[in-house]
């Protein structure tokens, strides 16, 4: 479960470090932690990627 999720925020993560992984938490309501525990489903997945998204200024696949 949240493994899509989780990918998601090491890759902001990477890219932005851990102010881009708070930002992302902030906007989404889902800490690093929850995201290894949440379903994967697409209306999480997506609510997701366009916010990491919006943080990277780039898209997210």
Partial sequence: MGDKILSIFKIVENELGLEGRIKLA???KITKKE???????????????????ELLKKNID
């Fill in 26 to 28: 902030e906007k989404s």
């Fill in 35 to 53: 995201a290894a525990t949440i379903e994967d489903s697409a209306d999480n997945v997506n609510k997701i990627k366009k916010i990491a998204s």
